[in-house]
T-cell receptor, first 111, second 115 residues
Framework: QKEVEQNSGPLSVPEGAIASLNCTYS??????FFWYRQYSGKSPELIMF????GDKEDGRFTAQLNKASQYVSLLIRDSQPSDSATYLC???????????FGKGTLLTVNP | EPEVTQTPSHQVTQMGQEVILRCVPI?????FYWYRQILGQKVEFLVS????????KSEIFDDQFSVERPDGSNFTLKIRSTKLEDSAMYFC?????????????FGDGTRLSIL
């Protein structure tokens, strides 16, 4: 069974701080890694994705991938109350089409 | 920005009835997907569809489920004889391709409630 694990949280940070969200995966053949944001009762919204080891930055968001450790993270700089949501890590294998999701980490940014 | 649209937003159905959930993927996308999310649980893959064929399906996607692209724009999920445990949010997604460079974009979902 290919698993994606995330701390369920809640992770609480003050406004303006850096939020760090983590994800581990079990399938060494995984090719690409996605971070989605999901507000309560809403659909997953793509934030960014990464497929090479290292860091990828997009505005206030940085995704980090370490394939040797089977670990991917998302950093949110200058966190805002509007960033409060559940962050879903999703993994795509090399030979299939589906995304395998973690349960998500609930982030709360306090004003 | 182009988006995936789903109808209806909420469907209430009696157990044992058939239900059809509809999706209009992003226009230049070639790969289509259905996922579901039972309340409080993780998003689960159901099926992927390309070139008018199922390309991959999960164990959840048994004989009561079917998918179809009836015309050039719509993509549907049919549940033949609904059960209480089919109550969930159903998300349609689409992508330009299936490579690691091409992410899946999700619609707003249909909340299916089975009574």
């Amino acid at each position: 069974q290919k698993e994606v694990e995330q701390n369920s949280g809640p992770l609480s940070v003050p406004e303006g701080a850096i939020a760090s969200l983590n994800c581990t995966y079990s399938d060494r053949g995984s090719q690409s890694f996605f971070w989605y944001r999901q507000y309560s009762g809403k659909s997953p919204e793509l934030i960014m994705f990464i497929y090479s080891n290292g860091d990828k930055e997009d505005g206030r968001f940085t995704a980090q991938l370490n394939k040797a450790s089977q670990y991917v993270s998302l950093l949110i700089r200058d966190s805002q109350p509007s960033d409060s949501a559940t962050y879903l890590c999703a993994v795509k294998g090399g030979s299939n089409y589906k995304l395998t999701f973690g349960k998500g980490t609930l982030l709360t940014v306090n004003p | 920005e182009p988006e995936v649209t789903q109808t209806p937003s909420h469907q209430v159905t009696q157990m044992g009835q058939e239900v059809i959930l509809r999706c209009v993927p992003i226009s230049n996308h070639l790969y289509f997907y259905w996922y579901r999310q039972i309340l409080g649980q993780k998003v689960e893959f159901l099926v992927s569809f390309y070139n008018n064929e199922i390309s991959e399906k999960s164990e959840i996607f048994d004989d009561q489920f079917s998918v179809e692209r009836p015309d050039g724009s719509n993509f549907t999920l049919k549940i033949r004889s609904t059960k209480l445990e089919d109550s969930a949010m159903y998300f349609c997604a689409s992508s330009e391709g299936s490579t690691r460079y091409q992410p899946q974009h999700f619609g707003d979902g249909t909340r299916l409630s089975i009574l």
